[in-house]
Structures are given as structure tokens and as C-alpha cells.
């Protein structure tokens, strides 16, 4: 009897993704007028856009993954001080939404940037070409390489001596030590890495809305049909592409099998001195901060002057205008989607990671494995646009419960992983001694397994918080001018040329992100393991 | 009752024994692969049965049967004559100790063993009573504060077995009790292990894939391969007679070969089984 309750809680759970997922995303094929594929088609529009769209991704994610493989190496192989701190400071650009990373740019080496006019006091007539391809690069790159950092840091502090100690007996170069056990070591992950990037840069349509100049991608273009033009039918034909090409990369990423070593004996990697070496890692990493850095500074400055350029003094005025612009009630509106959808994702994912994590694999937990990897290749625009055209004529449209679903679909896979690996680890055999014992598996999971995975609790929560306040894909076909997300003003200001204003935003949606990182960061420490001994 | 006679180990009388556990007409598969193929025989009351078989042989498969962790495809179990193949796990009477232990990482060593006897709604005193007393009797008493991953690899099987004996099983289970301890803790496991079956006075099946440990604890031992009982007997019959080359090969001429090596290192040659003439 117990099992079948079990069996049925996890069928109730597969509908639910079912609806919230699978079918939404089956609506998209079904609006799609075979006459609009001809028209794009035949103007080679679309060509020319997936060329755009494949050589700048292409670029951007190559230049992304060496910056963050070069950090991660100058963090883990190298003798620098503040490791903890740097690590830190380069996840900072992911607390602001993409489009900031555009505005950024724009006011530092825009046509009136702070550095375009410093510099021209210094070289006439200096300009930086910035829209087009060089903007949209540089403006990815910041939005996407603290996500390749993070990945490729974790699996640098995995990786074992003693094969380095066997190349050094046996006299192989640092080159060759790099070709034949670095690589292969991290391959996995390298490869994940790129992909990640690469769907990331891919779908996003904020930086190149504001840096792309002339240059059109997929993702602009859908995002430009459906909410300038409310063409469904154009946006659904790109959200299939762009659909079809991250399910790829997905299935790539799947496919690409686990060849690290698995020697049991592991030694942590030994820097040995150079003083060279770490002194040109401490220029990459200071010189990297500063670039991330000069964008917020920028934000800030923006801010508090009167205006730029005309008057420099300091003045309020910008924010109290931002305020009078509605400021106030949109982080209102984002701060309660970020925290019902942490709520409300976080009790849900944990709960899939464990009937997942912790029964035995029958057909229902992989099925439903498979759907909660799968959120990760739907692209957030295709989603929000599957949405609109799944739940448009029900009471759910237009409302912010609707925004929470969203994201918490579209933010699923990432903390579902968290919490499957996390509940994963725990020994194969306490279901059967809970079984034999009488021991109910709800009872485990509260008695056992929450107390034992706090930490992977709050790590998912201030995920998807984090996310949610910066996202402007999922929810920009979705959310209404009542219940606007903050993120999505931006955007908004900046075809109103409300330069400050966004400047002002972007700082404070980092502020918040800021904070809840930080509590984060307290409560982590307060939270001891229970598997620890009691003092 | 049902009554047999049979021969208990070495050195033991025949005596009249109840059948404790009878085991009907076993037979599972795994995808069409045969697991267990018509697995019959019976355990009495008090008795220490060892299961011996390599990998692979299905004995582990038999065990998570036997206590409902895992269905038969055809046949029965009856504990006391009663029938307990369609019970679920933890109404079987029984009791299992995995080989990794499976404690409850963020629970004292006391409430490990106290929490399900609270979960089976018997008050906080006599749960706490029972756990004290067993954990006593297993020499934790120094311990019961600390958590699981402080102890060494034989408390935390004490533990265990502690957690299993406090629910008062009629049949406890163990999954290669011994394999996971090193070379020292194994001997002291090894005696304490016969020291808690007479404490207890409770029936115990075991499954190992070492025959000196099946040779050393068990009253009888069931040699299994590929699915089929090859042999179940006292030690003592198995090493004079095997029921055919597979349990000669497996058992006696593996036993004889480290004859030698056993009575140079351990010095326990009382242990061992007598060697054939």
C-alpha cells in the first residue's frame, strides 16, 4: 500500500511537469504557420540571423571559458593571497541582470561614455566602435564567464597530485603535463562548461538589445516579434530553433562520458614557488576585477551625479526620479516573485530530488529525473512564450503565481542537481533499514535527510532568489505592467533613453543580491553539520 | 511444533530443534536472468546459518527476500509456521545489519538506536531503557553521545546491530558482517558476534563470501552458486563429505590451502576446522 501512494505522489508529480513543461513547450510547435517559415525562409532573414547568432555565441563562450579556465588556474595553481576574496568578486557580475552588463558598456565607452570622453580628452576625436559584434562580446563575456568560473573552480580543487608528482619523476614538460593530464582531467567538465555558456549567451537577447547595434540574433528577434509586435507565430519558429540547438548542446553534454581518473588515493595539488608566475596571476585577477568593477562604478556613479556630463556635482535627484518612476513598487514585485518562487521551488525540488534520489529506479523516478534534467535546455524565452500560448485564456495568466511557475520551471535543473547529488551521497542502504525498522519515509526525510542537507537548502534557495531577481527571459512575455519584475524596466528605460534610471536599477537589484548573498554567506557558518560530533 | 533432528556444529549432540524459518520454492528474476532458481531449506530456532557463495551467487538477493526488501517471483515463507512472504518488511519479525551499516549520520549513537523504537509509538522511557540496555550489553555504553562518524569501523557495527537487537527481532539478518573490518576488528567481531547470539539467544543468517569466516560462526553452512543451494550442512560434514565438486573446489580446497598459512599467521589453529586425514 505504501509503495503505490509513493508510486502515485511521483505520477502526480510527472502531470505536474507534464503541464507545466511538455505541454507548453508542444504548444509552441503547434502555432507555428508553416507560411511564416516560408517568409523567413525565403528573405534569408533567418540565415543571416543564425549566423550572427552562432559566430558571436561561438566567440564570446571561447573567450568566456579561456577567462574563466585562467582564473581558475590562478586561483588554484598558483601562490596568491585573497583566493577567497577574488573568488567571490568574479561571481559578482552574476548578480545583475544581462541587459546591465549592456547598459554598462554603453556608459563607459558609449558615443557620451565616461571613457570615451576621458580618453578623448587625451586622444582626440578617440571613439570606441562599440555596437555590433564587439559590444555584444565583451558585454557576454561579463555575463557569462563567473558561470564557467564556477564550474571549472569546482573540478580544479578536485584534481590529484600524484599523477603530476609521476610526470615530474618522469620529466614531462609543463606543457605536456598540461596536454596529457590537465586536460583530459577536466575534460568533462570543460566540455559541460562550454556548453552551459554557450546556451546561456545563446538565448539571451538583453546584451545585444542594447550593445547589438545593427546586428540582429535569434534571440533579439523573437523577443522583438512577440513583445514589440505580438507576432506569436515568427517568435515560436525561433523558440523551436533555439529549442532544437540547446537540446543538442543538452544531449552533447549528456553523451560526453566521465573519463577522469578514478584513482582512490587523491593529494591535493602542491604550488611550488614562482614568483613570476604568481605575480602575472595577480595582474589577470586585479585586472579582472577592475573590469568587472568599472561597470557597477559606473552605475553608481550615474547615480549620484546631477547629470552626466553636463553637471558632475552630486545630487539625489536620478534616484528619486528612478523612485517616481515606480521603482519602489517593481523591486516590490521582484522581491516577492524571488522569494515565492525560492519557496515554492525549493520545497518542490527538494522534494523531486528526493523521491528521485532516494528510491529504488523504477520507470516513474527516471522519467521524472529525465523532465527535471530537461528544464535545463529549455531557453527561458521559449518557455515564457510557451506559456503565453498554453495558460493565455486561463484566470492564471496575469498573475504573479504564474511567474513564480515559470521560474520555478525554468530554474529547475540547477538546484535539483544541487539536491540530488547532495541526497545521492548518503548511504545506499538506510531506505532498507528504514523499511525493516518501521520508519516512515516521510519521517527520513524530516528526521534524516533535512537536517542533514541545510546547507544545500539554503544554497538552493539563494540560487533561485538570485536568479529570479535578475531574470528578464521567462517572465518578460509573461509579467504585466502590474506585476513587473524590476529586471524588466531596464530594458524598458533604456528605449526611453532613461539612461540613470537603469543605471540605478542595476545597482539596485546587485544591493539585494548583494544582501541575500551575504546571508547567505552568515547563515552557512551558523548552520553546523549534524553529522559532526555535538560541542 | 514441527521438529527435526539435525546436526548442529562441531562437536555438538543431536538435539530436537523447531524450525524457526522454512523457506519454500524460492525463485526470482531479473529481467529473464535467473537469480534464484528453487530455493528451499529451513532454519531452526537459535541457529547460526551461514550463506557462502561468491558474487553474483544470489545470496544477497535471497537475504533482501527473506525480509521483504525485495519480492519472490514465485514461493513462500513461513516464520512459526506462519506464512510471511506477502508481510511488509517491518512486520516480519526480523531484523538486517548491512555490511556499510546504514546509521543515521546526524543521530547519537544513542538515538539511533532509541529512534524507531520511538517511532513504533512505545513511550520516551521504555525506548530509552531498551537502547541503554542493548548498547550496554554491546560495551557502548562510553559511547552513546557520539555521533557515527567518530567511531571506528566495529563500533559503528555494534551500533548497528544494537539498533536491530533493541526492536527485538526473532531472526536477525547480517550482510557480510565481517568483510568491512580490518584484520583485527574481524577477530574481535568474529567472537563477539557468537558472544551476542547466545547473550540473545536469537536466530541469525548471515551471508559471506569467506569461507573461513562461514567455518568459524556458523552452526550450519548453505553453499550457494549460481543461484542453487550447492550444499547445507554443519561445517564439519561440509569439509568430510562435499555434495559434489563445486563445494569441494569452492570450500575444502580453498580451506586446505591456507591451512598452512592460517596456522603460521594467526595462531589460532583451535579456530580452524580439524584438516581431513
Not at chain 1, 517559415?37 to 549566423?51: R, Y
Not at chain 1, 516513474?364 to 503565453?388: C, D, N, W
Not at chain 2, 506464512?83 to 518488511?89: A, D
Request: include cysteine; aromatic fraction near 10%; charge should be positive.
Amino acid at each position: 500500500m505504501k509503495k503505490r501512494k509513493w508510486t502515485a505522489v511521483r505520477i502526480l508529480i510527472i502531470l505536474f511537469l507534464l503541464v507545466s513543461v511538455v505541454f507548453p513547450i508542444a504548444g509552441v510547435m503547434a502555432q507555428i504557420s508553416l507560411n511564416d517559415v516560408k517568409k523567413i525562409m525565403v528573405s534569408g532573414q533567418l540565415g543571416e540571423m543564425l549566423f550572427h547568432s552562432l559566430v558571436v555565441t561561438g566567440i564570446s563562450t571561447f573567450i568566456s571559458v579561456s577567462l574563466a579556465f585562467l582564473l581558475a588556474w590562478c586561483l588554484n595553481r598558483c601562490n596568491i593571497r585573497a583566493k577567497g576574496v577574488f573568488s567571490v568578486l568574479f561571481t559578482i557580475p552574476m548578480l545583475i541582470p544581462s541587459v546591465s552588463h549592456g547598459t554598462g558598456l554603453v556608459l563607459l565607452f558609449g558615443d557620451n561614455g565616461i571613457i570615451t570622453n576621458l580618453l578623448a580628452m587625451c586622444i582626440p576625436r578617440f571613439k570606441v566602435n562599440l555596437y555590433g559584434y564587439f559590444g555584444m562580446i565583451f558585454g557576454w563575456v561579463l555575463y557569462s564567464f563567473p558561470v564557467a568560473f564556477l564550474m571549472l573552480n569546482d573540478s580544479f580543487q578536485y584534481e590529484d597530485y600524484t599523477t603530476y608528482e609521476a610526470a615530474q619523476v618522469l620529466g614531462l614538460g609543463k606543457l605536456e603535463q598540461f596536454r596529457t593530464i590537465m586536460l583530459p582531467n577536466l575534460r568533462k567538465t570543460l566540455i559541460s562548461t562550454v556548453f552551459a555558456t554557450f546556451t546561456l549567451i545563446f538565448t539571451d537577447y538583453g546584451v545585444p538589445l542594447v550593445v547589438g547595434g545593427k546586428v540582429m540574433t535569434l534571440s533579439l528577434y523573437m523577443y522583438r516579434e512577440v513583445v514589440g509586435l505580438l507576432d506569436f507565430s515568427k517568435g515560436a519558429i525561433i523558440g523551436i530553433l533555439l529549442l532544437i540547438l540547446a537540446i543538442a548542446a543538452f544531449v552533447i553534454d549528456l553523451r560526453n562520458e566521465e573519463n577522469a581518473n578514478t584513482s582512490t588515493v587523491t593529494r591535493q595539488y602542491v604550488v611550488t614557488q614562482n614568483r613570476k608566475r604568481d605575480v602575472a596571476a595577480y595582474v589577470i585577477c586585479c585586472f579582472t576585477v577592475v573590469v568587472i568593477g568599472l561597470p557597477i562604478a559606473a552605475f553608481a556613479f550615474l547615480s549620484v551625479v546631477k547629470q552626466y556630463p553636463i553637471d558632475l556635482s552630486f545630487s539625489l535627484d536620478n534616484i528619486y526620479e528612478a523612485f517616481g518612476l515606480g521603482v519602489g513598487q517593481y523591486l516590490e514585485n521582484s522581491l516577492a516573485m524571488a522569494l515565492g518562487t525560492a519557496f515554492v521551488g525549493v520545497v518542490v525540488i527538494y522534494f523531486t530530488a528526493y523521491l528521485t534520489a532516494r528510491s529504488k529506479k523504477t520507470w516513474t523516478t527516471m522519467t521524472l529525473h529525465l523532465i527535471s534534467m530537461i528544464s535545463l535546455a529549455i531557453p527561458g524565452i521559449v518557455l515564457g512564450l510557451s506559456y503565453v500560448l498554453f495558460f493565455r485564456s486561463t484566470f492564471f495568466y496575469g498573475t504573479i503565481a504564474i511567474l513564480i511557475l515559470v521560474n520555478t520551471v525554468h530554474f529547475f535543473a540547477s538546484p535539483y542537481l544541487m539536491a540530488y547529488n547532495s541526497l545521492n551521497k548518503f548511504n545506499r542502504n538506510l531506505e532498507d533499514v528504514s523499511d525493516t525498522l518501521g520508519i516512515s519515509r516521510m519521517h527520513m526525510l524530516l528526521d534524516v535527510y533535512l537536517p542533514c542537507t541545510q546547507k544545500t537548502i539554503i544554497e538552493m534557495f539563494s540560487y533561485i532568489f538570485v536568479n529570479c531577481m535578475v531574470t528578464i527571459s521567462a517572465v518578460s512575455f509573461l509579467a504585466n505592467f502590474k506585476d513587473m519584475p524590476l529586471a524588466l524596466l531596464i530594458p524598458r528605460f533604456d528605449s526611453q533613453s532613461l539612461i540613470e534610471a537603469t543605471a540605478f536599477i542595476a545597482l539596485v537589484i546587485l544591493a539585494v543580491n548583494g544582501i541575500m548573498k551575504l546571508a547567505v554567506f552568515v547563515l552557512e557558518r551558523h548552520v553546523k553539520d549534524p553529522a559532526e560530533p555535538n560541542r | 511444533m514441527h521438529a527435526v533432528s539435525i546436526h548442529l556444529g562441531v562437536g555438538m549432540e543431536k538435539k530436537e530443534q523447531t524450525i524457526k524459518l522454512k523457506v519454500r520454492n524460492i525463485q526470482k528474476l531479473y529481467d529473464d536472468k535467473i537469480i534464484l532458481k528453487d530455493i528451499s531449506f529451513d532454519v531452526m530456532e537459535g541457529e547460526f546459518l551461514a550463506i557462502l557463495g561468491l558474487s553474483g551467487c544470489g545470496k544477497t538477493t535471497l537475504l533482501r527476500i527473506l525480509i521483504g526488501l525485495e519480492k519472490q517471483d514465485k514461493g513462500s515463507i513461513y516464520k512459526d509456521e506462519k506464512e510471511i512472504s506477502l508481510l511488509p518488511p517491518d512486520q516480519r519479525g526480523m531484523g538486517i545489519v548491512f555490511q556499510n551499516y546504514a546509521l543515521f549520520p546526524n543521530m547519537t549513537v544513542l538515538s539511533n538506536v532509541e529512534y524507531a523504537l520511538k517511532r513504533r509509538k512505545e513511550t520516551k522511557k521504555t525506548a530509552r531503557d531498551t537502547a541503554l540496555r542493548v548498547l550496554e550489553q554491546l560495551g557502548m555504553s562510553e559511547h552513546l553521545d557520539k555521533k557515527p562518524r567518530q567511531l571506528s569501523g566495529g563500533q559503528q557495527q555494534r551500533v548497528a546491530i544494537a539498533r536491530t537487537l533493541a526492536m527485538n527481532p526473532d531472526i536477525i539478518l547480517l550482510d557480510e558482517p565481517i568483510s568491512a573490518l580490518d584484520v583485527t576488528n574481524r577477530e574481535i567481531m568474529k567472537r563477539e558476534l557468537k558472544e551476542i547470539q547466545k547473550k540473545f539467544h536469537t536466530t541469525m543468517i548471515f551471508i559471506t563470501h569467506e569461507q573461513e569466516e562461514a567455518f568459524y560462526l556458523a552452526d550450519r553452512i548453505m553453499v550457494m552458486s549460481e543461484g542453487t543451494i550447492e550444499q547445507l550442512d554443519t561445517p564439519d560434514q561440509i569439509f568430510r563429505h562435499p555434495a559434489n565438486s563445486y563445494v569441494k573446489e569452492f570450500v575444502v580446497a580453498h580451506l586446505e590451502q591456507k591451512y598452512q598459512s592460517l596456522l603460521k599467521c594467526t595462531g589460532r589453529l583451535d579456530n580452524e576446522p580439524k584438516r581431513v586425514e
